[in-house]
């Protein structure tokens, strides 16, 4: 199917341990994202690709790691889990363009007890 | 540094006229978005201002004045599917955003 897909839709883990989040878009568009989505903060980036073996941090980058080595998937791992990292995250995708805007995956809502 | 702020909550009446501000202070702008967020759901996109003056899509419109550092969201002939969190972005430089941190809406009957 064209778009973004993210998956898992819904992951539990337990603190400590190590946990990926996919990401998946059809578009071939250059940049990506990862969000993350908590009450009282709003949308904040964690790190986002401008191309394919191209990332960059953002505001919240720390205990997360990223990897682009296809224009398509842009997995997102917290290395060793904490409670903090509760959240729901979203991937984005973009064109060149600024007018483009994103389009959003439908977020993974991990928890991590 | 960057500040966006939005009011936290509004509440309007089904068939009525809501309007939804939006300041902000980054440094860069290469134009401000507005999206969408039903709970539970992605955001979705609005709309995009980048020139000043009002930009019009059916019962939705956005204004922006860079002088001011100033957007609205403009909602005519509110529905109750309207009710949604409303979410401000700038764009500083190239795709690279900050976003508010949302209005909640809540249409009421």
């Known amino acids: 199917d064209a778009g973004i897909t993210q998956s898992p839709r819904y992951k539990i883990t337990e603190t400590g341990r190590q946990v990926t989040l996919m990401c998946h878009q059809t578009?071939?568009?250059?940049?990506m994202f990862w969000y993350r989505q908590d009450l009282g903060h709003g949308l904040r980036l964690i790190y986002y690709s401008a191309a394919a073996d191209i990332t960059d941090k953002g505001e919240v980058p720390d205990g997360y790691v990223v990897s682009r080595s296809k224009t398509e998937n842009f997995p997102l791992t917290l290395e060793s889990a904490t409670r903090s990292q509760t959240s729901v995250y979203f991937c984005?995708?973009?064109?060149?363009?600024?007018?483009?805007?994103?389009?959003f995956g439908s977020g993974t809502r991990l928890t991590v007890v | 540094g960057q500040n966006i702020d939005q009011p936290t909550e509004m509440t309007a009446t089904e068939g009525a006229i809501v309007q939804i501000n939006c300041t902000y202070q980054t440094s860069g702008f290469n134009g401000l978005f507005w999206y969408q967020q039903h709970a539970g759901e992605a955001p979705t996109f609005l709309s995009y201002n980048v020139l000043d003056g009002l930009e019009e899509k059916g019962r939705f419109s956005s204004f922006l004045s860079r002088s001011k550092g100033y957007s609205y969201l403009l909602l005519k002939e509110l529905q109750m599917k309207d009710s949604a969190s409303y979410l401000c972005a700038v764009s500083r430089s190239g795709q690279n955003f900050v976003f508010g941190p949302g209005t909640r809406l809540s249409v009421l009957p």
């Open positions: 578009w071939s568009h250059s940049y």
């Open positions: 984005a995708s973009s064109g060149d363009r600024a007018n483009y805007g994103y389009t």
